[in-house]
């Protein structure tokens, strides 16, 4: 098969920036690698890591960079628009990490700007790649469900990660961050039938005594237009030492043919320990008890990362350098799933059901 030579900006050095530039860096296709970040030694630091051929402090210098034929932008959530939207100006395709954006307008505004340009825009919902949400799409292909009646899934995590994000974008609740993944698996799942209402209720206490006025847990009720309805929950205020590396997640489907029960807890691979087990998310907060393989993007495992943000990365570049197929969530699907978050939150701040 013949492959077509890349020139890799990632835009944003921070964890997942980095691990996408680290793995990018070993794939054949990539002959120019170049990583930017506000923080010019967090860019640097990378650039040493990864042998990029370039690091900066300024984005646009780097999207327009005439070595670079790509862009990821790993930004923190609420940066996402202005490096999605020049790098599309320059018809450079697109990975951008999950959500879209944190509103509408923009979501809006970068999807028409895609399609003027007639240039690639993926959105990266790395969940779809873990290989149980992937086994159960190919059984809903397969037709061994049949036709989906509802779906329940719930996913929680500890206040610790949860206000690490808050710190970083206090907008990115845990419904619009981190429920996000599983409304995506949920929508992917029921791939072309419409989401057309949502109730939602929530309430905390633990991230508002930490000063953000946000809900430690909030559980939906999504129906769409086919009549199934979706039931999704988040809890994200577990005590800082449970023993969640990630988060731990229940999907159950339900259909007319058959049921899919994917158990994504953890539970089952425990360690415990004197030595100390670290946190990928939070470096100073060390546990004696963990759930292995729960942390969300993957792991470093014997000098290498594996999981699925390296999946879904790899299928990206595999996709423009050879053409492979590419399952990763197009815009129109992660403006649907902001569109069902930003709904969620409207309806637990109001206490009524919101139609889409």
Same mark, same amino acid.
């Given at each position: ?34 990583? !930017? ?7 640097? *630091? ?7 051929? *370039? ?36 018809? *450079? ?15 809006? *505004? ?131 030492? !449970? ?77 423009? !350098? ?24 409207? !309806? ?9």
């Amino acid at each position: 098969m013949s492959s077509k030579e890349l020139g890799l900006a990632v835009i944003g050095s921070g964890r997942i920036g980095s691990l996408r530039a680290i793995l990018s860096s070993g794939h054949p296709a990539i002959k120019f690698l170049g990583v !930017s970040d506000i923080n010019i030694n967090n860019a640097k *630091k990378l650039a040493q890591r990864c042998n990029a051929n *370039k690091y900066t402090d300024n984005n646009y210098e780097l999207i327009s960079d005439p070595n670079v034929t790509t862009v990821i932008v790993s930004t923190s959530e609420h940066d996402h628009y202005d490096a999605v939207m020049y790098a599309l100006e320059l018809g *450079k395709p697109v990975l951008v990490e999950k959500p879209i954006a944190l509103n509408i307008d923009e979501a809006d *505004k970068m999807i028409k700007k895609s399609k003027e340009a007639n240039t690639l825009f993926r959105v990266g919902y790395a969940q779809r790649f873990k290989r149980r949400y992937l086994s159960g799409k190919d059984q809903l292909v397969e037709g061994r469900i049949g036709n989906i009646l509802s779906i329940s899934a719930r996913a929680c995590n500890t206040r610790a990660q949860g206000i690490e994000i808050l710190k970083r974008s206090p907008t990115a609740t845990p419904v619009v961050d981190v429920l996000t993944y599983w409304v995506d698996v949920a929508c992917w799942y029921l791939e072309g039938i419409e989401p057309v209402e949502v109730t939602a209720r929530g309430t905390g206490t633990v991230f508002r005594e930490a000063g953000f006025d946000v809900n430690d847990t909030t559980w939906s009720l999504i129906k769409f237009s086919n009549g199934a309805i979706v039931n999704l929950g988040v809890f994200f205020a577990l005590p800082s030492h !449970s023993p969640q590396l990630g988060m731990g997640v229940r999907f159950e489907v339900y259909g007319d043919d058959g049921a899919l029960i994917l158990n994504d807890d953890h539970t089952d691979e425990l360690l415990v320990t004197n030595n100390g087990i670290p946190h990928a998310y939070i470096p100073d907060l060390e546990f004696n008890t963990a759930f292995l393989s729960s942390s969300t993007p993957g792991n470093w495992h014997l000098g290498d990362y594996w999981g699925p943000v390296a999946d879904e990365t790899r299928v990206w570049l595999d996709h423009l !350098s050879m053409g492979r197929p590419c399952p990763i969530a197009s815009p129109e699907d992660a403006r649907k799933n902001l569109l069902i978050t930003l709904a969620m939150e409207e !309806s637990a701040k109001k206490n009524s059901t919101i139609n889409l």
